[in-house]
């Protein structure tokens, strides 16, 4: 079945500091790719999402592109804030949504 | 501009007894999904559903019933309440995957107590 596996946390930044978070995928055919945010004591929130293969999603100086020939898509931001501290979470879309196991951040100022 | 509302945002139970967890949604979405949030585990699906009257096993089923008898409502079901059911639960909706403006929309979640 469809699976996605992301790098495990917590993840713990100085602001400015550049972040990656890994994120890899196991799926028939070819799902669209979505990275949500969960914020303290509240529901997931789309962060951005990319259709398919080489597209290039984008939300809030947050990235990730599609890379079909590696399955991954990999979230990164040049500089992270201490409001960017949430945890972060890796989906796909094929037949159902499957979701990661989550990657804390936290953002020291 | 409501999107997909939970209730009841907490609960305790006892062992053994029952709950129904209420979902809604008011944008016409034809799936509709429920999960449950455990440490370390991310997002497991329980059930879902692809449209009014239709009703599938996600993941983790054991323990759960659900029933989509209007499509802007998906209802959760403890009928014997265990421990183990401890958890976070999160409802979700989607349109059909087809174009490019899927994307999951989600409730707020309950916290849900098993003692």
């Known amino acids: 079945g469809n699976s996605v596996t992301q790098m495990e946390g917590p993840v713990t930044l100085s602001e400015e500091a550049f972040l990656t978070i890994n994120c890899t995928y196991t799926?028939?055919?070819?799902?669209?790719l979505f990275w949500y945010v969960q914020y303290p004591g509240e529901g997931l929130q789309l962060l951005l999402k990319a259709t398919k293969a080489d597209d290039k999603g984008s939300n809030k100086g947050f990235e990730a592109t599609y890379r079909k020939e590696t399955t991954s898509f990999h979230l990164e931001k040049g500089s992270v804030q201490v409001s960017d501290s949430a945890v972060y979470f890796c989906a796909l879309y094929g037949q159902n949504f499957v979701f990661g196991p989550g990657t804390r951040l936290s953002v020291l100022p | 501009n409501a999107g997909v509302t939970q209730t009841p945002k907490f609960r305790v139970l006892k062992t053994g007894q029952s709950m129904t967890l209420l979902c809604a949604q008011d944008m016409n979405h034809e799936y509709m999904y429920w999960y449950r949030q455990d440490p370390g585990m991310g997002l497991r699906l329980i059930h879902y559903s692809v449209g009014e009257g239709t009703t599938a096993k996600g993941e983790v089923p054991d323990g759960y019933n659900v029933s989509r008898l209007k499509k802007q409502n998906f209802l959760l079901g403890l009928e014997s309440a265990a421990p183990s059911q401890t958890s976070v639960y999160f409802c979700?909706?989607?349109?059909?995957?087809?174009?490019?403006?899927?994307?999951?929309?989600f409730g707020q979640g309950t916290r849900l107590t098993v003692v």
């Open positions: 799926a028939t055919g070819y799902p669209s």
């Open positions: 979700a909706s989607s349109p059909p995957r087809e174009g490019s403006n899927t994307e999951a929309f």
